[in-house]
């Protein structure tokens, strides 16, 4: 005869297994609900961004560069360009620059980047050079909370949890960003993120996203 706790038991486990299984589902779609709501509110200021820079630096308005998505595939994260058009030229025939940019964990501080136009210094300190990237989420790519989205290179600064991270879609903000964003370095920044997957839940991610909208006001660790 069965008796009573282990029922209990059972139940707790098959409560467990639903909400694990259901996980992904729930999470594609508050993405989707989410990100619409944010393309649709944010509009005004996605038509004025791109305004200025068509003005002050031509095309192309928006920027992508390969990163590194969930089980390892590479897609194009999409931002507002904040960067002059030869960046990629700029940082790489200056060695001194180079080098500073990949021991800083792959980013220069503010005000050395040469990089960086004027207004696009403004995006990045308001973080709406990220707004572009709910189209990602939209496409699938991103997650609104997840992970932060790192270029290849970064991928060996989580060595042996690199399929720990992968197992993840990355995601417009997370853990990462509310703790610090640029002012943690690897392998902090390693742990900060894999640590999502021990919380995730759909109310880690609603206190993410608050906390989020709080810093992003304070311009708290931006770069």
């Known amino acids: 005869m069965v008796d ?3 029922v209990e038991q059972v139940t707790s486990w098959n409560k467990s297994v639903i909400i694990e299984r259901s996980f992904p589902i729930w999470k594609r779609t508050f993405d989707i609900l989410f990100s619409i709501f944010a393309l649709i509110i944010t509009s005004p200021f996605t038509i004025l961004i791109s305004l200025v820079i068509l003005i002050t630096d031509g095309r192309p308005v928006t920027f992508k560069q390969k990163r590194i998505g969930r089980d ?7 931002k507002f360009r904040s960067m002059c058009k030869n960046a990629e030229e700029v940082l790489q025939r200056d060695p001194k620059i180079l080098k500073k940019y990949v021991e ?9 980047d040469p ?9 990045r300190k308001s973080s709406l050079d990220e707004l572009p990237q709910f189209m990602n989420v939209l496409k ?7 992970p932060r989205p ?15 991270f992968l197992s993840m879609k990355p995601g417009v903000t997370g ?4 703790s610090g964003r640029s002012n943690i370095a690897y392998p902090e920044r390693a742990y900060l993120e894999l640590s999502y997957l021990d919380k995730k839940s759909f109310l880690f ?16 660790g931006a770069y």
């Open 4 to 6: 009573s706790k282990t």
């Open 72 to 78: 390892g595939e590479c897609f194009d994260i999409i």
């Open 104 to 112: 800083n964990d792959y980013k220069l501080p503010e005000g050395e």
């Open 115 to 123: 990089r960086v136009t004027k207004f696009g210094s403004f995006l």
């Open 140 to 146: 699938g790519d991103m997650s609104v909370v997840g």
């Open 150 to 164: 790192i270029v290849p290179v970064e991928l060996e600064e989580y060595a042996d949890k690199k399929s720990l």
């Open 175 to 178: 853990v990462w960003q509310v």
């Open 205 to 220: 991610d609603v206190i993410v996203i608050f906390k989020t909208i709080f810093k992003v006001l304070k311009r708290s």
